[in-house]
């Protein structure tokens, strides 16, 4: 005797659901890529770090930075004075 065959053993069921899955996930990867693709950049702004140092012993005498160049109180400056050279 012949027995009925379930819908889910149906080649035609099993195509569809294997077509259904296939194009989901070519959707999901479209999306995750064009996600990606179209960030916007950061936005950096120009800064400035300027640092000049001694010829003879090679430390740092004045050190400017400015964060960002579009505010005028935002710069930290310092000088370092009276640099010896310690002999052990």
């Not at 064009?34 to 430390?59: C, H, I, M, R």
């Amino acid at each position: 005797m012949l027995r009925p065959h379930p819908v889910s053993d149906s080649i035609v069921f099993k195509s569809f659901f294997f077509v259904l899955r296939i194009s989901i996930a070519w959707l999901l990867a479209v999306f995750l890529v064009a996600g990606v693709w179209y960030v916007e950049p950061a936005n950096w702004t120009p800064f400035k770090f300027d640092v000049q140092y001694d010829p003879q012993l090679s430390f740092p005498v004045h050190a400017e930075v400015d964060p960002s160049s579009s505010a005028s109180d935002d710069d930290v400056a310092f000088d370092v004075t009276d640099l010896k050279f310690v002999k052990k």
